[in-house]
């Protein structure tokens, strides 16, 4: 079977500048995938590229089987390729609730069109009551989303991305500024909300980073230095020389 996703070839520059060259990568159904390197190594340029922001100088975007350079990231995101919701497609002064409620629906209209707007709804309301079980957060999803904490609102973005059932969720550092703690709950939820879902996971967390992840893919100057497990790409040198360095001691 072939994979999930699989990125061929890609390369991007803005203007003289080379930001991703030849960078080749495959992602499994279920596998939780950790891209790391130091600060502009292309990690979020190549996000960009998957998800339709950016369009890419060279090579091909394949999800599910079947090639996506064309489409847009909505598209994209219909099909289940998804990234953290979009900050701008939140409504502060609503209830988290009712953002995912809208966020649902929306999915829902998609896949179920053929039921009718009221079976949609319902089957999209009992989802977000699912996710909002399985966060853990007080309050219920109540609460208005500027007034979320914190840590509370990188839930709430991780449930938003949730809300669209995807396939495949790129996460760009979800858990920045969260205590390990609460960045290992982050996590769970998404594998306690579907097991089947594939991971891609930016993050500087070197902890969270080899503490989750099946697979690590290391990115340096716009290349992809090394794909490996934990143990492999801890233990390789390139990879210290360029990032890791004592952090991995
Ligand atoms: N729209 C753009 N125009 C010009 N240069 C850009 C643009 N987007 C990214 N870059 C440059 O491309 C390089 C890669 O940036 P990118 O954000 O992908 O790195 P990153 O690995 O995600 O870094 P970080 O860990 O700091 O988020 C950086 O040098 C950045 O300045």
Known sequence: MSPLLEIAGIG??????RAL???SLAVEEGETLG???PNGAGKTTLFNVVT???????GAVRFAGAPVDRLPPEKRAALGLVRTFQKAMVFPALSLRENLAMAA????GHGLRWLGARTCHAEADAKVERLLAESGLPRGGGE?????????????????ALALEPRLLLLDEPTAGLSQAEAERLLRIVRRHDSRTALVLIAHDID????HCDRIAVMHLGRLLRTGTPQAVRADAAVRAAYLGSLAD
């Open 12 to 17: 991007k520059s803005f203007g003289a500048f």
């Open 35 to 37: 891209l790391i390197g």
């Open 52 to 58: 339709g922001f950016l369009r890419p100088d060279s």
């Open 21 to 23: 060259s030849d960078i």
């Open 105 to 108: 629906r929306q999915r829902a």
């Open 208 to 211: 969270i980073v080899f503490g």
């Open 144 to 160: 208005r989303m500027a007034d979320l904490s914190y840590g509370e609102q990188r839930i709430a973005d991780l449930l938003m």
